[in-house]
């Protein structure tokens, strides 16, 4: 025991994390019931499934950022600035590196813990492909999806020889994030072009969605699918599936042997975690560094090690791992918060069950198509505004349990009273 009080140190911010800190903050920080610590490498959070709208300067990532010491103090619980490194089991310890602004160096911090939570999400993993690191845009952080908003505004502003030129964009990965950032940039193309920014007339946007397996969207339904394929078939996208991307140049891509052009490449295929997770503080991990942990969301090797989001590999019964979702994440945070409250209470662990709520992929404003389940057993198809309406509805939740439903509600508020005199996506 570190304290008097148990203390539960949560590393990661995310999806999951930061709903468990929160959580746990108010069950049992606010009642000194156990001390809760978060430790993440930013000092601000964003909701990940908004990236490909902070990519596509359709949201403006200052309106919707929240700060972690605001929200540790909402929530009362602890915020550390860091990077996690290492986990010491035996001196139930982790070492986070910082950067010391008084000394000017990177320093080592040691937080000590009766229970660790896990919640440090995935990255892109770009299969070691040629180029792809150095001439693909990547959307795993805010500043990777800042990046490439930049970029893309600044290409519509540049002067252009040749009027009938079109900025050439290849998507790798014809997932759910590949479609949705796909509709995003064209929806954002159209509104340049509603500013004079780009050649008049035409919409000067051509992207090039390839994907490895048989369709788009693999993961999700044919209906949905379908619906995505007929939204996109009156745009410039144009769409290369069971074909994989060899070789990335500053110039464009290569599918097989044949060259694609390209101003612009954006990996989006494949999900991994980082490379020091892999067997850190000898846990064990699957071969794309993924935690195991078991029905407790239990790491399989040390009990008082947890793991949960993307980071965690978690076998359903069918035998395949929970998906890397926020829906998976929410859940497993929802789940432990509870837990640690009836653990603390000399009960048992709480068993984690996923439900699959259904897919909402978001063709833009204001469309998306999907299904939902809101119960097991009862499917329903949605589309249109009410669909995106429902995905919106998503981050809304993630929001309500940060913020409150009232601060939630204030905020929407704000937001669409505001929207008249509003820009329609962020022009600097
Ligand atoms: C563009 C895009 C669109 C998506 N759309 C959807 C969607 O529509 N629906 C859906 O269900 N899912 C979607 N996803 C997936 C979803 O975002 C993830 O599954 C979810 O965010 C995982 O939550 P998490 O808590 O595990 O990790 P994250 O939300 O990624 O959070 C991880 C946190 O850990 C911090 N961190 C990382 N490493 C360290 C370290 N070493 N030390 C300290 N802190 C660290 C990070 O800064 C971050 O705050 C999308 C993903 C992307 C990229």
Redesign the pocket.
Known sequence: MVNAIPQIVI???????LELSAQLGDRLGKKNKASVIL????LT?IW??L??EVAAGTLDSHEDELSYVALAKLHHFDFEL???RSINRSERCIEVSYFDCLQKTPQIKLIFYDALVL????ITSDFNVPGAKEHCFF???LQQAEALQKDFLYSFMQPQADPKMKIEIAIIGGG??GV??AAELYYAAEQFHHYNLGIKDELPVHITIIEAGKRLLSAVPDPIANQVLQNFSNKNITIITEKKVTQVTKSGVYVNDRFIPTHFNIWCAGVRC?D?LKNIGGLETTASNQIIVNKYLQTSLDPRIFA????AAFRLPDGKLAP??????HQEALLLAKSFETYLKKQKLLKFYYQDHGSIISLSRPNAVGQITPQKGFTLGIRGKFARWVYALLYKYHQAILLGWWRTLLFSLSHWLTKPIRLRLKLH
């Open positions: 590393v990661g911010g995310g999806a999951g994390g430790v993440n490498d930013t959070h990940k499934p990236l490909h860091g990077q996690l919640a440090v999400g995935s959307l795993d952080n759910a994030t949705e950032l980082a020091y949960i989001g993307d980071c890397p979702r926020a829906q998976t994440a």
